[in-house]
């Protein structure tokens, strides 16, 4: 039993590791990291929205363009195709990205209320963290890489 828990994991390494789709997960995550800054910032100087709740609607934007290019690109070649087989990806990596978002938003909160830095500066080291949280989570749970 050990063994085949020990090559599980193994499995699950090896998916992960894979350089071409960490570097494409990357890529999007650059994509999404820039929709989100922008829609941060845009929410907190022309609106009366202070950091934190500015940054719950920024995620979702960023996590709807983010999935909507990992889909076609990054795992293109994972799970079945068809509305419904989408949406249910698209609930699960929402459901898994707020594990990214948790921690995107405590480094945000925490870095700003306890150590006054800029709250862009702080949002795009929470996003830096968050990234392996996602890519993690992404990988093993929304497509399922391992099973390839």
């Excluded at 789709?21 to 890529?27: D, N, P, T």
């Excluded at 500015?54 to 983010?66: D, F, H, N, P, T």
């Excluded at 800029?118 to 890519?135: K, P, Q």
């Amino acid at each position: 039993m050990l063994d085949s828990v020990l090559e599980a994991c193994r499995m699950r390494l090896r998916a992960l590791l894979s350089t071409a789709r960490f570097s494409l997960f990357a890529g999007v995550g650059l994509v999404g990291a820039t929709v989100d800054l922008l829609v941060l910032f845009l929410l907190v100087e022309l609106t009366p929205f202070g950091p934190t709740p500015a940054k719950v609607v920024s995620w979702e934007l960023s996590i709807v363009v983010i999935f909507v290019i990992n889909e076609w690109w990054t795992f293109a070649n994972y799970g079945r195709m068809g509305p419904r087989a989408i949406g249910k990806r698209f609930l699960r990596s929402n459901a898994v990205r707020f594990a990214g978002f948790l921690v995107t938003l405590g480094v945000l909160v925490g870095l700003v209320r306890w150590f006054g830095v800029w709250y862009l500066a702080a949002n795009a080291i929470g996003l830096a963290v968050g990234f392996f949280v996602n890519y993690t989570c992404e990988s093993l749970y929304t497509w399922r890489v391992h099973r390839d």
